[in-house]
């Protein structure tokens, strides 16, 4: 019976596996998965699984190494504020922005406008207001899903910081979703407000 569980386990982790749509999650939960299902493979001595799948997770366990390996190459251009394209970018990707951002309104005009692409991919767009003479209170700063590894809000803020004018970035009141890139990002907590220094 607890031989069997641990099948069952393995076999559901590897199916949730493929619901992932960053490709860095997608190999370590598929690696995990292939691990416990190697493990009752053994244990019940169906050994050809057990090598198939002990073979699929060291293939796992080397793509992930070269995932992280990888420096990713992106580029950043200033929109905007009006600009169509960034218009289009918000109504394409609304509904998965209001999962972190669901009080972001897509008519707005805001005074920085980012845009980060990899190779000639939109992968992430900066939007905030002014806020005194050298702060900008972001409001929304999104990543598509494939690139959730927080490589863009690393490069993306160091972009910001060469600016000399700006000094320090704010966010306010972020959805539980959004808190722990905020403080991974090197955002402070003060009070309701998250605030980096650059």
């Keep these: 019976m607890y031989i069997e569980l641990i ?4 076999s559901v982790i590897i199916v949730i596996s493929m619901l992932m749509t960053s490709v860095m999650k997608l190999r370590i939960i598929n690696m995990t998965g292939g691990i416990i299902f190697t ?28 995932l992280v390996k ?5 580029s950043i251009t200033k929109l905007n504020p009006s600009d169509s394209f960034l218009r289009f970018f918000l109504y394409q990707y609304e509904a998965d922005i209001r ?3 669901p009080d972001m309104d897509v008519k707005k005009i805001y005074d920085y406008a980012y845009l980060v692409c990899y190779k000639s991919t939109p992968a992430g767009i900066f ?3 002014k806020e005194g003479e050298n702060s900008i209170a972001i ?15 690393t490069y993306l803020y160091d972009f910001i910081a060469e600016i000399k004018t700006i000094r320090q970035l704010t966010f306010e009141n972020p959805s539980s979703g959004h808190e722990p890139y905020l403080l ?8 309701e407000k998250y605030i980096k220094e650059l």
């Design 7 to 10: 099948g069952y386990i393995g």
């Design 39 to 66: 493990i009752y493979a053994f244990l019940i001595r169906s050994y050809p699984t057990a090598i198939m799948n002990g073979v699929l997770a060291i293939i796992n366990c080397v793509n992930i190494f070269m």
């Design 70 to 74: 990888k420096e990713r190459k992106y």
């Design 99 to 101: 999962k972190f951002f």
């Design 127 to 129: 939007l905030g207001l």
């Design 139 to 153: 409001k929304i700063d999104y990543v598509t899903p494939e690139f959730r590894d927080c490589s863009i809000g």
């Design 184 to 191: 991974k990002m090197g955002f402070k907590k003060h009070g």
